[in-house]
Each structure stands twice: as structure tokens, then as C-alpha cells.
């Protein structure tokens, strides 16, 4: 089953088809990164697999489905850690990770790379 295609319209598979206007940071033949729209950030963005992937939760399930492998999850740590460090060099701490369902908001894989401090969200009041 490498390669699925999401039965619904998957704007992460879009993107990494190149099929949007959003641009793309880093692309190669596993993942594509770009900035996340809204950022929680100094810095924030994703890093996806070109292959759609559901979750975290479905390469543990079904991991010899899937083409991106143990090196390449590295690989997607490793691309949003020189993205970061490339843009984001004065800052002192980095952030990285998956949601877990039902946390996810877009049913493909992403990683969160973010570059600390964290933007206060909009609506919130200081106590």
C-alpha cells in the first residue's frame, strides 16, 4: 500500500505536489517543508512526507507499508533542524513533534519544527 492517496482531497498532499501556492522551503524526493499558517512560533514550520501518511500512529501500525522508513523520519528532523537553525540562528530553543489523534488537525504526518519563544495566541489575556 506505499503511495496511498487519501480517499478525501488532502491539502498536505497538495502541497507537496506543488499544487498550491504555498512555498515551499525544502523539497526533495521523501519531504517537502514550508511555514505553518498559523505559526505558534518565533519560527514554526511543518515538515511532511511527500507519500501520504495518516498519522504517527499508522507507521507503527503498518510500517512496512510505507516507504518512509526509520532514516527517513531522521531525515525529517533533520531538514527542520537546518531549516531552524538556518533561519532562526539567535534563538535559543528549538521544538520539535508529531500530534497524536485526535490532536491532529490535517490527517497527513507533519512534523512541527519551532524556534522558541512561543507567540502568545491571539484572545489571550494576561492574568
Known amino acids: 500500500m506505499a503511495g496511498a492517496i487519501s480517499p478525501t482531497p488532502c491539502i498536505f498532499c497538495q502541497i507537496a505536489r506543488n499544487s498550491t501556492s504555498t512555498t515551499l522551503l525544502h523539497s526533495d524526493d521523501k519531504v517537502v ?7 505558534s512560533a518565533f519560527r514554526h514550520y511543518l515538515v511532511i512526507p511527500v507519500e501520504h501518511i495518516p498519522t504517527v500512529k499508522d507507521l507503527q501500525r ?7 522508513g526509520k532514516e527517513n523520519l531522521s531525515h525529517m528532523l533533520n531538514v527542520g ?7 532562526a540562528p539567535q534563538s535559543e530553543q528549538y521544538r520539535f513533534g508529531f500530534h497524536q489523534p485526535p490532536m491532529n488537525s490535517v490527517d497527513h504526518l507533519h512534523l512541527h ?9 491571539q484572545g489571550a489575556v494576561d492574568t
Open 81 to 87: 533542524q537546518t531549516l531552524l537553525r538556518q533561519d
Open 113 to 121: 519544527c519551532l524556534a522558541l519563544p512561543f507567540k502568545p495566541r
Open 62 to 68: 503498518r510500517h512496512e507499508d510505507y516507504s518512509l
Open 33 to 39: 517543508a514550508f511555514r505553518d499558517i498559523n505559526p
